[in-house]
Nanobody
Framework: QVQLVESGGGLVQAGDSLRLSCAASGRTFNTYAMGWFRRAPGKEREFVARISGLGTSSDYADSVQGRFLISRDNTKNTLYLQMNSLKPEDTAVYYC????????????????WGQGTQVTVSS
Protein backbone atom coordinates (compact mmCIF):
# COMPACT_ATOMS: atom_id res chain seq x y z
CA GLN A 1 0.00 0.00 0.00
CA VAL A 2 1.28 3.46 -0.93
CA GLN A 3 -0.19 6.76 0.19
CA LEU A 4 0.53 9.83 -1.88
CA VAL A 5 0.12 13.47 -0.88
CA GLU A 6 0.64 16.30 -3.36
CA SER A 7 1.54 19.86 -2.48
CA GLY A 8 2.84 23.01 -4.12
CA GLY A 9 -0.09 24.10 -6.23
CA GLY A 10 -1.33 27.65 -6.36
CA LEU A 11 -2.35 30.66 -8.41
CA VAL A 12 0.35 32.10 -10.67
CA GLN A 13 0.62 34.28 -13.74
CA ALA A 14 1.50 33.11 -17.22
CA GLY A 15 5.25 32.68 -17.53
CA ASP A 16 5.77 31.90 -13.86
CA SER A 17 7.10 28.68 -12.37
CA LEU A 18 5.86 26.24 -9.74
CA ARG A 19 7.24 23.07 -8.24
CA LEU A 20 4.85 20.35 -7.21
CA SER A 21 5.81 17.71 -4.69
CA CYS A 22 4.34 14.29 -4.01
CA ALA A 23 5.26 12.66 -0.71
CA ALA A 24 4.92 8.89 -0.59
CA SER A 25 4.59 6.58 2.37
CA GLY A 26 6.28 3.21 2.62
CA ARG A 27 9.77 1.77 2.31
CA THR A 28 9.69 0.62 -1.29
CA PHE A 29 9.20 3.90 -3.09
CA ASN A 30 12.01 3.16 -5.54
CA THR A 31 10.17 0.09 -6.81
CA TYR A 32 7.30 2.18 -8.15
CA ALA A 33 7.15 3.93 -11.46
CA MET A 34 5.58 7.34 -10.90
CA GLY A 35 3.51 9.64 -13.03
CA TRP A 36 1.98 13.08 -13.00
CA PHE A 37 -1.45 13.57 -14.50
CA ARG A 38 -3.81 16.51 -14.67
CA ARG A 39 -7.50 17.16 -15.13
CA ALA A 40 -8.69 20.47 -16.47
CA PRO A 41 -12.31 21.58 -15.99
CA GLY A 42 -14.59 19.64 -18.31
CA LYS A 43 -11.80 17.42 -19.61
CA GLU A 44 -10.55 13.91 -19.05
CA ARG A 45 -7.54 13.18 -16.88
CA GLU A 46 -4.43 13.35 -19.06
CA PHE A 47 -0.84 12.21 -18.82
CA VAL A 48 1.78 14.85 -18.06
CA ALA A 49 5.05 13.07 -17.22
CA ARG A 50 6.40 9.77 -15.93
CA ILE A 51 9.59 8.49 -14.37
CA SER A 52 11.02 5.08 -13.61
CA GLY A 53 11.65 3.76 -10.11
CA LEU A 54 15.33 4.65 -10.08
CA GLY A 55 14.79 7.87 -11.98
CA THR A 56 16.83 6.74 -14.97
CA SER A 57 14.05 7.07 -17.52
CA SER A 58 11.42 9.73 -17.98
CA ASP A 59 9.29 11.33 -20.63
CA TYR A 60 6.60 13.93 -21.14
CA ALA A 61 3.44 14.82 -22.92
CA ASP A 62 4.08 16.93 -26.01
CA SER A 63 2.20 19.83 -24.44
CA VAL A 64 4.72 20.17 -21.59
CA GLN A 65 7.91 18.91 -23.22
CA GLY A 66 10.72 21.41 -22.67
CA ARG A 67 8.82 23.31 -19.96
CA PHE A 68 8.24 20.69 -17.23
CA LEU A 69 10.78 18.46 -15.49
CA ILE A 70 9.89 15.35 -13.51
CA SER A 71 12.32 14.09 -10.88
CA ARG A 72 12.38 12.03 -7.73
CA ASP A 73 14.42 11.76 -4.56
CA ASN A 74 14.16 8.18 -3.36
CA THR A 75 15.97 9.01 -0.12
CA LYS A 76 13.06 11.32 0.72
CA ASN A 77 10.28 9.25 -0.85
CA THR A 78 9.31 12.30 -2.87
CA LEU A 79 8.36 12.94 -6.48
CA TYR A 80 8.62 16.40 -8.04
CA LEU A 81 7.30 18.27 -11.02
CA GLN A 82 9.09 21.50 -11.88
CA MET A 83 6.80 23.56 -14.10
CA ASN A 84 8.29 26.50 -15.97
CA SER A 85 6.85 28.97 -18.47
CA LEU A 86 3.37 28.17 -17.29
CA LYS A 87 0.45 28.87 -19.61
CA PRO A 88 -3.25 29.37 -18.88
CA GLU A 89 -3.92 26.01 -20.55
CA ASP A 90 -1.85 24.34 -17.81
CA THR A 91 -4.63 25.18 -15.35
CA ALA A 92 -5.82 21.90 -13.84
CA VAL A 93 -5.82 19.70 -10.79
CA TYR A 94 -2.52 17.83 -10.80
CA TYR A 95 -2.26 14.29 -9.47
CA CYS A 96 0.68 12.03 -8.78
CA UNK A 97 0.27 8.29 -9.20
CA UNK A 98 2.28 5.14 -8.56
CA UNK A 99 2.39 1.74 -10.18
CA UNK A 100 4.41 -1.44 -9.99
CA UNK A 101 5.86 -2.45 -13.32
CA UNK A 102 6.95 -0.51 -16.40
CA UNK A 103 6.24 3.11 -17.23
CA UNK A 104 2.79 3.90 -18.52
CA UNK A 105 0.86 6.89 -19.81
CA UNK A 106 -2.52 5.32 -19.05
CA UNK A 107 -4.23 6.46 -15.85
CA UNK A 108 -6.02 3.14 -15.40
CA UNK A 109 -2.68 1.33 -15.17
CA UNK A 110 -1.71 3.18 -12.01
CA UNK A 111 -2.55 1.64 -8.65
CA UNK A 112 -2.29 4.53 -6.23
CA TRP A 113 -3.29 8.17 -6.49
CA GLY A 114 -2.94 11.31 -4.47
CA GLN A 115 -5.80 13.69 -3.76
CA GLY A 116 -4.59 16.31 -6.23
CA THR A 117 -3.36 19.89 -6.02
CA GLN A 118 -4.87 22.80 -7.91
CA VAL A 119 -2.73 24.83 -10.30
CA THR A 120 -4.28 27.96 -11.76
CA VAL A 121 -2.45 30.08 -14.32
CA SER A 122 -3.86 33.50 -15.10
CA SER A 123 -3.18 35.31 -18.36
Amino acid sequence: QVQLVESGGGLVQAGDSLRLSCAASGRTFNTYAMGWFRRAPGKEREFVARISGLGTSSDYADSVQGRFLISRDNTKNTLYLQMNSLKPEDTAVYYCAARKGPLSVLPNEYDYWGQGTQVTVSS
